[in-house]
């Protein structure tokens, strides 16, 4: 079956430090790939997508690369701001439009 | 623009009771979703709906129900609760066909304790 590995949190970093956050998958097709945020006590919402291999996916300064060959989708941003604190969720989608999350991985920034 | 509201934000349930937890959305999005969000375990979905009148079962259904009468309203039943059922509770939807398909919006949550 479709399933998405993430790293295990949480990840501490300093402010304006470089984020990585790995995410692998393993599904059958073409799926598309997902990052979504949850901030403390709100639902998550869609940070970034790709939906072929290669796409590139970024928003508020966060991006992340579709790569096939490695089934890897990982989060990475340059400078790091408190308000980054938040929980990340990779996703992978196969078309039956129910999205398959992975654990999750919190991430603590600190001043 | 309200997008998807669920209520109640948290309740604390006895062994063996039932309640509904209430879901809906105001931006006529075909599918609906329930996750289940446990510490450390992701989401499950428990159940999914493709439009009104059409449900489907998810990867953790036992011990629920759902309805969708309305395209608006995608209500989960529990019937008996019990403490494995303790967990925080996402609906969300989507548009479900074209460009941005399968793109989630989320409610806020609701916190579920069986004691």
Known sequence: GNSVTQMEGPVTLSEEAFLTINCTYTATGYPSLFWYVQYPGEGLQLLLKATKADDKGSNKGFEATYRKETTSFHLEKGSVQVSDSAVYFCALDTGRRALTFGSGTRLQVQP | ?115
């Open chain 2, 1 to 115: 623009n309200a997008g998807v509201t669920q209520t109640p934000k948290f309740r604390i349930l006895k062994i063996g009771q039932s309640m509904t937890l209430q879901c809906t959305q105001d931006m006529n999005h075909n599918y609906m979703y329930w996750y289940r969000q446990d510490p450390g375990m992701g989401l499950k979905l428990i159940y999914y709906s493709v439009g009104a009148g059409i449900t489907d079962k998810g990867e953790v259904p036992n011990g629920y129900n759902v309805s969708r009468s309305t395209t608006e309203d995608f209500p989960l039943r529990l019937e008996l609760a019990a403490p494995s059922q303790t967990s925080v509770y996402f609906c969300a939807s989507s548009y479900g066909e074209g460009v941005g398909a399968n793109v989630l919006t989320f409610g806020a949550g609701s916190r579920l304790t069986v004691l």
